[in-house]
């Protein structure tokens, strides 16, 4: 039986490049270094690693909602083995809260058909941690979050979840959304033989229209959260070197007390 997974793969600015805001309090995406979320990768690998385990018919989709630039995000996974990607971009989804974004990807996810959603646990930016658990309100299915061992096959996903005190093993039938986390297995790098095919595997773009969707609901126009400001952190100033001249650690308390640690 053959089994459609969807990972959602978000591209970020890159953390170590340098990161800002845009004058209305959204995130700069413009003509900054972006990459495909690390711990989105980890989804791309549980994804692979489900196809190279089954004996049916499996394919692999990779979604991105964002700018032009995202679509390295989508190249990214095709990179890794992905069969195909699908790229959204519109200059309306501009600004999206995670309710936008959820409604945009449940329509891309609806459209490209599905059977397994897998998400990261986090981006890498945003930090949420959410989007799964709406994106799978929104499709109508069962959430199983924050996996960090997956299997899927006979018409149900299963795998584990660890907690501070316990580890549970869970279960739901799919259509389901699951994220992986950063201890699910690490992530491949793309092989020569997979940079070269992923020339020429098919990377279909849609925006709003195609999805049927209303700018209306998306965007800053939808937002149901609003940034009213963003400052940036100060700089950090030199810090109070003390010289231990014997008496180095009366000098280390006094500073300490002086500002009421101790
Ligand atoms: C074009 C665009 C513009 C945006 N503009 C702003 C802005 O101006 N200000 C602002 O604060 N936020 C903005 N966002 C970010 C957006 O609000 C959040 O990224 C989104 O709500 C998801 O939350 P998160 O990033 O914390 O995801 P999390 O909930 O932490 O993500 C979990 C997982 O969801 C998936 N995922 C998340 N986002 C995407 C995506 N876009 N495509 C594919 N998969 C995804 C990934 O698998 C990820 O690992 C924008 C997003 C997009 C796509």
Sequence with gaps: MSLRIVVCVKYVPDAAGERRFAGDGTVDREGVDGLLSELDE?????ALRIA???DGEVDVTVLTVGPEDAREAVSKGLRMGADRGVHVEDGGVHGSDVMGTSLVLAAAVEKAGFDLVLCGMASTDGAMGVLPAVLAERLG?????????????GGAVSGRRDG???SERVEAPLPAVVSVTDQSGEARYPS??????????PVVEWDLDDLGL?????????????VVEAVERPAR???EIVTDE???????????????FI
């Design 42 to 46: 980890y989804a791309v690998e549980q």
């Design 52 to 54: 190279e385990g089954s």
């Design 141 to 153: 299915v069962p959430q199983v979050t924050l996996l960090s061992e997956v299997s899927a096959g």
């Design 164 to 166: 501070d005190r316990a």
């Design 192 to 201: 020569f033989k997979g940079i070269m095919a992923a020339k020429k595997k």
């Design 214 to 226: 209303d700018a209306d609901g998306v965007g800053l126009a939808g937002a149901f959260t609003e």
């Design 237 to 239: 100033t030199k810090g």
């Design 246 to 260: 014997g008496d180095g650690g009366l000098k280390v308390a006094a500073f300490l007390a002086g500002r009421k």
